[in-house]
T-cell receptor, first 115, second 110 residues
Framework: EAQVTQNPRYLITVTGKKLTVTCSQN?????MSWYRQDPGLGLRQIYY???????DKGDVPEGYKVSRKEKRNFPLILESPSPNQTSLYFC??????????????FGPGTRLTVL | DAKTTQPTSMDCAEGRAANLPCNHS???????VYWYRQIHSQGPQYIIH???NNETNEMASLIITEDRKSSTLILPHATLRDTAVYYC???????????FGKGTLLTVNP
């Protein structure tokens, strides 16, 4: 089944304790992206990647890191989490085909709480 | 990407057609109109997209006005499971980012 998976789905942690949220897709998609969703602010893009070893900042990259060493994986790293990073996080992926833009597939979300 | 405007909320009776409007008066010629929905904190789900012509798939129909300044998403026979926030997004050029607004909360009532 074509899907985007995220782990963990729920995480409660403390300020400053490094964590990684994994994202994996099995559709051979070139494009992958991370969003965070907060009440009243909607979904905002954190980082994105157009292909292996190609990443770039989205609208709210501060406090986050990403890497794209393999096409299928796009982990989100919080080196020193803070309470303002408490949020619902989504990973998404899509094909890149010329100028015809395809649907983006979203993962189920990771609910992160930083105390 | 062009700004889109949607009503905050709408109600629909189960089994009836749900018509969700979207205004995108500043859309440019190469921007597509996309519709996604999000069911209660799940990951957003793609519904349909179009450029100029009306489009239909197994989930919905998309009607785009001739001047492309507005569009309507039609769910022909709404069910309770269609209760969700529906997002209309205008996107084009080389931009793969989806800019989500506040969307329309569609509530399908029994």
């Amino acid at each position: 089944e074509a899907q985007v998976t995220q782990n963990p789905r729920y995480l409660i942690t403390v300020t400053g304790k490094k964590l990684t949220v994994t994202c994996s897709q099995n559709m051979n998609h070139e494009y992958m992206s991370w969003y965070r969703q907060d009440p009243g602010l909607g979904l905002r893009q954190i980082y994105y990647s157009m292909n292996v070893e190609v990443t770039d900042k989205g609208d709210v990259p501060e406090g986050y890191k990403v890497s794209r060493k393999e096409k299928r994986n796009f982990p989100l790293i919080l080196e020193s989490p803070s309470p303002n990073q408490t949020s619902l996080y989504f990973c998404a992926s899509s094909l890149v085909q010329g100028t015809i833009y395809n649907e983006q597939f979203f993962g189920p979300g990771t609910r992160l709480t930083v105390l | 990407d062009a700004k889109t405007t949607q009503p905050t909320s709408m109600d629909c009776a189960e089994g009836r057609a749900a018509n969700l409007p979207c205004n995108h008066s500043t859309i440019s010629g190469n921007e597509y109109v996309y519709w996604y929905r999000q069911i209660h904190s799940q990951g957003p789900q793609y519904i349909i997209h179009g450029l100029k012509n009306n489009e239909t798939n197994e989930m919905a129909s998309l009607i785009i006005t001739e001047d492309r300044k507005s569009s309507t998403l039609i769910l022909p026979h709404a069910t309770l499971r269609d209760t969700a926030v529906y997002y209309c997004i205008a996107r084009g050029g080389s931009n793969y980012k989806l800019t989500f607004g506040k969307g329309t909360l569609l509530t399908v009532n029994p």
